[in-house]
Protein backbone atom coordinates (compact mmCIF):
# COMPACT_ATOMS: atom_id res chain seq x y z
CA UNK A 1 0.00 0.00 0.00
CA UNK A 2 2.72 2.25 0.77
CA UNK A 3 4.37 1.66 -2.62
CA UNK A 4 1.28 3.48 -4.15
CA UNK A 5 2.12 6.49 -2.59
CA UNK A 6 5.90 6.27 -3.28
CA UNK A 7 7.50 8.81 -5.03
CA UNK A 8 10.63 6.63 -5.66
CA UNK A 9 12.49 7.98 -8.87
CA UNK A 10 10.75 10.64 -9.67
CA UNK A 11 12.09 14.17 -10.49
CA UNK A 12 10.07 16.89 -9.57
CA UNK A 13 10.08 20.29 -10.35
CA UNK A 14 7.74 22.65 -8.10
CA UNK A 15 8.13 26.12 -8.22
CA UNK A 16 7.92 28.83 -5.42
CA UNK A 17 9.30 26.03 -3.79
CA UNK A 18 11.98 28.32 -1.00
CA UNK A 19 8.94 28.90 1.44
CA UNK A 20 5.21 28.63 2.26
CA UNK A 21 3.19 25.63 0.77
CA UNK A 22 5.81 25.41 -2.02
CA UNK A 23 7.92 24.62 0.32
CA UNK A 24 5.79 22.46 2.53
CA UNK A 25 4.98 20.09 -1.02
CA UNK A 26 8.48 20.20 -1.74
CA UNK A 27 9.66 18.60 2.22
CA UNK A 28 6.55 15.97 1.80
CA UNK A 29 7.57 14.93 -1.67
CA UNK A 30 10.98 14.43 -0.55
CA UNK A 31 9.89 12.21 2.11
CA UNK A 32 7.80 10.49 -0.32
CA UNK A 33 11.33 9.17 -1.94
CA UNK A 34 11.28 11.79 -5.05
CA UNK A 35 14.45 13.93 -5.87
CA UNK A 36 12.95 17.59 -5.65
CA UNK A 37 14.50 20.30 -7.49
CA UNK A 38 13.25 23.65 -5.38
CA UNK A 39 12.58 26.70 -7.57
CA UNK A 40 12.59 30.33 -7.17
CA UNK A 41 14.42 33.33 -7.82
CA UNK A 42 16.99 33.98 -5.42
CA UNK A 43 19.40 30.39 -5.28
CA UNK A 44 20.89 31.96 -1.60
CA UNK A 45 17.27 30.94 -0.28
CA UNK A 46 17.11 27.98 -2.00
CA UNK A 47 20.36 26.39 -1.76
CA UNK A 48 19.89 25.67 2.38
CA UNK A 49 16.20 24.38 1.87
CA UNK A 50 17.94 21.85 -0.41
CA UNK A 51 20.86 21.36 2.39
CA UNK A 52 18.24 20.47 4.66
CA UNK A 53 16.67 18.07 2.68
CA UNK A 54 19.65 16.30 1.81
CA UNK A 55 21.06 16.12 5.87
CA UNK A 56 17.44 14.55 6.83
CA UNK A 57 18.72 11.49 3.57
CA UNK A 58 16.33 13.01 0.97
CA UNK A 59 17.49 13.83 -2.68
CA UNK A 60 17.14 17.79 -3.70
CA UNK A 61 18.45 20.47 -6.26
CA UNK A 62 17.79 23.82 -6.63
CA UNK A 63 17.09 25.75 -9.84
CA UNK A 64 16.71 29.57 -9.72
CA UNK A 65 15.16 31.16 -12.11
CA UNK A 66 11.82 34.15 -12.24
CA UNK A 67 8.86 31.55 -13.59
CA UNK A 68 7.54 35.36 -15.05
CA UNK A 69 10.27 35.45 -17.41
CA UNK A 70 9.37 33.45 -20.29
CA UNK A 71 13.08 32.87 -21.18
CA UNK A 72 14.11 31.67 -18.16
CA UNK A 73 11.39 29.73 -17.42
CA UNK A 74 11.54 27.86 -20.57
CA UNK A 75 15.51 27.52 -19.84
CA UNK A 76 15.06 26.40 -16.06
CA UNK A 77 12.43 23.45 -17.40
CA UNK A 78 14.95 22.56 -20.17
CA UNK A 79 18.28 22.22 -17.66
CA UNK A 80 16.32 20.28 -14.94
CA UNK A 81 15.20 17.72 -17.58
CA UNK A 82 19.22 17.92 -18.80
CA UNK A 83 20.35 17.69 -15.67
CA UNK A 84 18.32 15.07 -13.72
CA UNK A 85 17.63 13.02 -17.44
CA UNK A 86 13.62 13.26 -17.06
CA UNK A 87 11.03 15.34 -15.74
CA UNK A 88 8.73 13.23 -13.93
CA UNK A 89 6.33 16.24 -12.25
CA UNK A 90 5.79 19.57 -12.63
CA UNK A 91 4.16 21.64 -9.64
CA UNK A 92 3.25 25.05 -11.02
CA UNK A 93 3.20 26.62 -7.43
CA UNK A 94 4.87 30.19 -7.57
CA UNK A 95 2.17 32.87 -7.28
CA UNK A 96 2.15 36.62 -5.58
CA UNK A 97 -0.84 38.77 -4.32
CA UNK A 98 -1.89 41.84 -4.58
CA UNK A 99 -4.32 43.50 -2.53
CA UNK A 100 -6.52 46.78 -3.29
CA UNK A 101 -9.59 48.21 -3.49
CA UNK A 102 -10.70 48.20 -7.17
CA UNK A 103 -9.97 51.98 -7.75
CA UNK A 104 -6.70 52.04 -6.87
CA UNK A 105 -5.76 49.47 -9.14
CA UNK A 106 -2.72 50.19 -11.54
CA UNK A 107 -3.06 47.90 -15.03
CA UNK A 108 0.58 47.04 -13.91
CA UNK A 109 -0.28 45.69 -10.95
CA UNK A 110 -2.97 43.97 -12.74
CA UNK A 111 -0.20 42.75 -15.65
CA UNK A 112 2.28 41.49 -13.32
CA UNK A 113 -0.38 39.20 -10.74
CA UNK A 114 -1.55 37.85 -14.02
CA UNK A 115 1.57 36.99 -15.73
CA UNK A 116 2.70 34.93 -12.52
CA UNK A 117 -0.24 33.62 -11.39
CA UNK A 118 -1.57 32.25 -14.81
CA UNK A 119 0.96 33.11 -17.90
CA UNK A 120 4.07 31.47 -16.19
CA UNK A 121 1.91 28.49 -15.02
CA UNK A 122 1.08 28.20 -19.00
CA UNK A 123 4.65 28.76 -20.36
CA UNK A 124 5.71 26.35 -17.87
CA UNK A 125 3.55 23.34 -18.32
CA UNK A 126 4.02 23.63 -22.09
CA UNK A 127 7.84 23.60 -21.54
CA UNK A 128 7.20 20.23 -19.09
CA UNK A 129 5.17 18.64 -21.53
CA UNK A 130 7.84 18.95 -24.19
CA UNK A 131 10.53 16.75 -21.65
CA UNK A 132 6.94 14.60 -20.85
CA UNK A 133 5.63 13.53 -24.30
CA UNK A 134 8.35 11.43 -25.71
CA UNK A 135 8.22 9.78 -22.41
CA UNK A 136 4.58 9.38 -22.21
CA UNK A 137 4.41 9.63 -18.79
CA UNK A 138 4.11 12.91 -16.59
CA UNK A 139 1.76 14.71 -14.11
CA UNK A 140 1.54 18.17 -14.02
CA UNK A 141 0.00 19.57 -10.76
CA UNK A 142 -1.28 23.73 -10.72
CA UNK A 143 -1.59 25.38 -7.23
CA UNK A 144 -5.09 27.20 -8.05
CA UNK A 145 -7.04 28.45 -4.88
CA UNK A 146 -10.40 28.73 -3.41
CA UNK A 147 -10.09 31.78 -5.38
CA UNK A 148 -10.50 29.56 -8.66
CA UNK A 149 -14.28 29.10 -7.39
CA UNK A 150 -15.00 31.87 -4.93
CA UNK A 151 -14.17 35.78 -4.55
CA UNK A 152 -13.88 38.61 -2.24
CA UNK A 153 -13.32 41.91 -2.46
CA UNK A 154 -9.99 43.56 -3.73
CA UNK A 155 -8.22 40.61 -4.50
CA UNK A 156 -9.05 41.08 -8.27
CA UNK A 157 -6.08 39.98 -10.38
CA UNK A 158 -5.58 37.33 -7.93
CA UNK A 159 -9.03 35.61 -8.63
CA UNK A 160 -9.29 36.08 -12.31
CA UNK A 161 -5.32 34.16 -12.28
CA UNK A 162 -6.47 31.35 -10.00
CA UNK A 163 -10.29 30.82 -12.07
CA UNK A 164 -8.50 30.92 -15.18
CA UNK A 165 -6.08 28.72 -14.18
CA UNK A 166 -8.33 26.14 -12.99
CA UNK A 167 -9.48 26.05 -16.82
CA UNK A 168 -6.13 25.81 -18.28
CA UNK A 169 -6.17 22.69 -15.91
CA UNK A 170 -9.16 21.49 -18.35
CA UNK A 171 -7.70 22.03 -21.10
CA UNK A 172 -4.20 20.77 -20.48
CA UNK A 173 -5.91 17.64 -19.03
CA UNK A 174 -8.18 17.47 -22.19
CA UNK A 175 -5.38 17.14 -24.52
CA UNK A 176 -2.41 15.75 -22.74
CA UNK A 177 -4.34 12.55 -21.01
CA UNK A 178 -4.36 10.73 -23.79
CA UNK A 179 -0.21 10.75 -23.52
CA UNK A 180 -0.41 9.57 -19.91
CA UNK A 181 0.04 12.63 -18.54
CA UNK A 182 -2.46 14.38 -15.85
CA UNK A 183 -3.19 18.01 -15.17
CA UNK A 184 -4.43 18.59 -11.70
CA UNK A 185 -4.82 21.57 -9.57
CA UNK A 186 -4.58 21.49 -5.95
CA UNK A 187 -7.27 24.71 -4.31
CA UNK A 188 -5.89 25.67 -1.27
CA UNK A 189 -7.94 27.50 1.40
CA UNK A 190 -6.80 29.81 3.92
CA UNK A 191 -3.43 28.73 5.12
CA UNK A 192 -0.74 30.57 7.84
CA UNK A 193 2.07 31.40 4.94
CA UNK A 194 3.88 34.32 4.72
CA UNK A 195 1.47 35.62 1.23
CA UNK A 196 -1.42 35.76 4.22
CA UNK A 197 0.75 37.77 6.93
CA UNK A 198 -1.69 40.61 6.28
CA UNK A 199 -4.53 38.59 6.96
CA UNK A 200 -3.25 36.87 9.61
CA UNK A 201 -2.95 40.13 11.62
CA UNK A 202 -6.17 41.71 11.08
CA UNK A 203 -8.59 40.30 14.18
CA UNK A 204 -11.43 40.84 12.26
CA UNK A 205 -10.78 39.27 8.80
CA UNK A 206 -9.66 36.09 11.25
CA UNK A 207 -12.76 36.10 12.51
CA UNK A 208 -14.69 36.22 9.49
CA UNK A 209 -12.62 34.02 7.34
CA UNK A 210 -12.68 31.39 10.14
CA UNK A 211 -16.39 31.34 10.88
CA UNK A 212 -16.55 30.90 7.70
CA UNK A 213 -14.67 27.36 7.40
CA UNK A 214 -16.44 24.58 8.64
CA UNK A 215 -13.31 23.17 10.38
CA UNK A 216 -13.23 26.32 12.05
CA UNK A 217 -9.39 26.87 11.37
CA UNK A 218 -6.71 28.10 8.71
CA UNK A 219 -4.88 25.15 7.08
CA UNK A 220 -1.42 24.38 8.56
CA UNK A 221 1.06 24.44 6.01
CA UNK A 222 1.77 21.22 6.33
CA UNK A 223 -1.60 19.90 5.72
CA UNK A 224 -1.05 20.22 1.78
CA UNK A 225 1.30 18.27 1.39
CA UNK A 226 -0.31 14.87 1.05
CA UNK A 227 -2.31 16.26 -1.97
CA UNK A 228 0.75 17.00 -4.07
CA UNK A 229 2.27 13.21 -2.96
CA UNK A 230 -1.67 11.76 -3.68
CA UNK A 231 -1.76 13.70 -7.56
CA UNK A 232 1.82 12.53 -8.19
CA UNK A 233 2.04 9.17 -7.50
CA UNK A 234 0.43 5.93 -8.19
CA UNK A 235 -2.38 6.39 -6.40
CA UNK A 236 -3.50 9.17 -8.38
CA UNK A 237 -2.85 7.58 -11.78
CA UNK A 238 -6.59 7.84 -12.99
CA UNK A 239 -7.00 11.16 -11.78
CA UNK A 240 -7.14 14.16 -14.71
CA UNK A 241 -8.84 17.55 -14.52
CA UNK A 242 -9.14 17.52 -11.19
CA UNK A 243 -9.48 20.72 -8.31
CA UNK A 244 -8.18 18.94 -5.27
CA UNK A 245 -9.74 21.71 -2.75
CA UNK A 246 -7.54 21.48 0.57
CA UNK A 247 -9.85 24.19 2.50
CA UNK A 248 -11.32 22.87 5.77
CA UNK A 249 -15.09 22.73 3.97
CA UNK A 250 -14.68 26.01 2.73
CA UNK A 251 -16.26 26.10 -0.90
CA UNK A 252 -18.44 23.37 0.02
CA UNK A 253 -20.62 25.69 2.29
CA UNK A 254 -22.69 28.41 2.34
C1 LIG B 1 -6.60 36.38 0.14
C2 LIG B 1 -5.72 35.17 0.40
C3 LIG B 1 -6.32 33.94 -0.27
C4 LIG B 1 -5.53 32.73 0.15
C5 LIG B 1 -5.58 31.57 -0.75
C6 LIG B 1 -6.90 30.94 -0.89
O1 LIG B 1 -6.09 37.49 0.17
O2 LIG B 1 -7.79 36.15 -0.09
O3 LIG B 1 -4.42 35.41 -0.07
O4 LIG B 1 -6.34 34.14 -1.65
O5 LIG B 1 -4.17 33.01 0.21
O6 LIG B 1 -5.04 31.92 -1.99
O7 LIG B 1 -6.68 29.76 -1.63
Given at each position: ???????????????????????E????????????V?N???????????????????????????????????????????????????????G????????????????????????????????????????????????????????????????A??????????????????????????????????????????Q?????S???????????????????????????????????????G?????
Amino acid sequence: MVETFSLAGKVVLLTGASRGLGWEMAEAMAEAGATVVLNGRQEATLRPRAEALVKAGHKADVAAFDVSEEKTARDGVDAVAKRHGQLDVLVSNAGIQHRKPLVEWELADWNRVINTNLSACFVLAQQAARHMLPRRSGRIIMTASVMSLLARPTVHAYVAAKSGLWGLTRSLAAELGQHNITVNAIAPGFFATEMNTALLKNQEFMAWSTGRIPMQRWGEPKEIGGAAIFLASAAGAYVNGHLLTVDGGLVSVM
